[in-house]
């Protein structure tokens, strides 16, 4: 299922906007000036798949809506009295309307609220049911705050009524803001009794974590090749006994069997070299003269064995090439290699071991970027992309659309991307929408 169109009326009390969303070069951009509500509209389309609501009571806006091309619309409506706290949630499923009203209460938390800002670092108690969130300065009341952090806090949440489950599984969002290097914060709890809290925390740059977490991939489809070849191997024997001078249909040709074991080979090699096999195996060396036909029914076993094997690292494959070769066209005087331990390994030109910290603030939102959106996307996901030239050389923001073409053709993904940048939109202004105001005197 994917998103067709989103518009939104009296936005800000000022602003009316419909962005129709290119299906086929599965990339649309916006642009427009400060304050039209790019930043916005990309948070209200990730909130309503995640059946979050708070900013929908926060924002002045009459209607907003999402169309899906299977004939489904989700409408998002103030209500008619103003009371601010509610909204008129409208699920349209081909002509088959269900309509619910979001209060915004909840249940009463069953653990003290004076935990919150130990559980949320970034948020800091004003009130006596307020706080302020560290990095935007938005004060959220209680509501707002168990809303925004139900995935994080301790608490029963009230019900969920059913429509609001099934919007959440009508579209996959990523959203990807302009905090994207932003120290996360990893609590590791020890112990959570209601009544007392003890959090062990640490922060770990974003590039930082990207790479831990690539490596950990690494390891865990390296695990999964082990488990493959071991079975394989076991039954090895056993399988190549039954089918000596018996099947000939499976029996490869000498001359295709060759092809096979030197495309094989190339495979290998592109494997270590993306840091996905670490180990030289024998190369299997075919006479010059021919080949038996009992040797080739016991190396056509072992052709089909080998492709089965190196199959596991696929999609890891494809993902890890395109990244390389996008960054090392990028970065002109590093060279990145991937290694199951190390994640992310820069050296430079004259082959000098780099930290990641050491990287430019560009670098690493070039990094983060590109980690993004080949590893931690869904199929059929719709990306959305705040200000992707941020700290960008001019050079790199007019590639950048090229990258995310080469991307989406390997992932499946849409991107909804908000920019202020023409470098950004380079000479693809048939992908854009302009967020217009109302003409003032």
Do not use: C
Not at 74 to 99: A, F, P, V
Not at 334 to 357: R, V, W
Not at 384 to 405: A, K, M, R, T, V
């Amino acid at each position: 299922m994917r998103i067709k169109q989103v518009s939104v009326t009296s936005l800000f009390g000022v602003f009316h906007h419909e962005i129709s969303l290119n299906s086929d070069d599965k990339i649309t951009i916006i642009h427009g000036p400060n304050g039209a509500g790019k930043t916005v509209l990309l948070s209200m389309i990730n909130d309503l798949f995640l059946g979050k609501f708070s900013l929908f009571r926060r924002i002045p806006f009459n209607k907003f809506r999402v169309d899906l091309d299977n004939q489904i619309s989700i409408t998002i409506q103030k209500d008619e009295t103003g009371d601010t706290n509610k909204l008129d949630l409208t699920l349209d499923e081909k002509g088959k309307e269900q309509i619910i009203s979001l209060l915004g209460k909840r249940k009463r938390p069953d653990f003290p609220i004076s935990v919150i800002e130990e559980i949320v670092p970034e948020l800091s108690r004003v009130g006596s049911r307020e706080w302020r969130n560290i990095s935007t300065g938005q004060v959220l009341s209680l509501d707002d705050v168990m809303e925004t952090y139900e995935g994080i806090l301790p608490f029963e949440s009230s019900h969920e009524q059913s429509v609001v489950k099934k919007i959440k599984l009508l579209a996959t969002t990523l959203f990807i803001k302009t905090n994207r290097l932003q120290t996360e914060h990893h609590r590791l709890e020890e112990e959570f009794r209601y009544r007392t809290s003890r959090r062990k925390e640490f922060s770990v740059p974003a590039v930082q974590k990207h790479s831990q977490e690539l490596s950990t991939k690494i390891q865990q489809t390296l695990t999964k090749s082990a488990e493959l070849s071991s079975s394989l191997d076991r039954t090895f024997p056993n399988r190549v006994v039954k089918i000596i001078g018996k099947n000939t249909d499976n029996r490869l040709s000498e001359s295709r069997l060759r092809e096979e074991l030197a495309s094989l080979e190339e495979k290998r090699t592109r494997l270590k070299t993306a840091g996905l096999l670490d180990k030289d195996e024998e190369r299997v060396q075919l006479p010059d003269e021919a080949v038996a036909d009992s040797t080739r029914d016991v190396l056509s076993v072992y052709v089909q064995d080998v492709k089965d094997k190196l199959e596991v690292f696929d999609d890891d494959l494809e993902k890890i090439e395109l990244f390389m070769a996008i960054l090392n066209k990028r970065f002109k005087y590093k060279k990145l290699t991937i290694s199951k331990k190390n994640g992310f390994a820069f050296t430079a030109f004259n082959g000098t071991d780099l930290e990641l910290s050491s990287l430019s603030s560009g670098e690493q939102h070039e990094i983060v970027l590109l980690y993004e959106l080949l590893f931690r996307v869904k199929e059929d996901s719709l990306i959305l992309l705040d200000e992707p030239e941020l700290s960008l050389h001019i050079g790199w923001q007019q590639e950048f659309l090229e990258d995310i073409q080469s991307i989406t053709k390997l992932t499946g993904f849409d991107v909804l991307i908000a920019t202020h940048s023409p470098d950004i939109i380079h000479d693809r202004w048939d992908l854009t929408v302009e967020l217009k105001g109302p003409d003032i005197q």
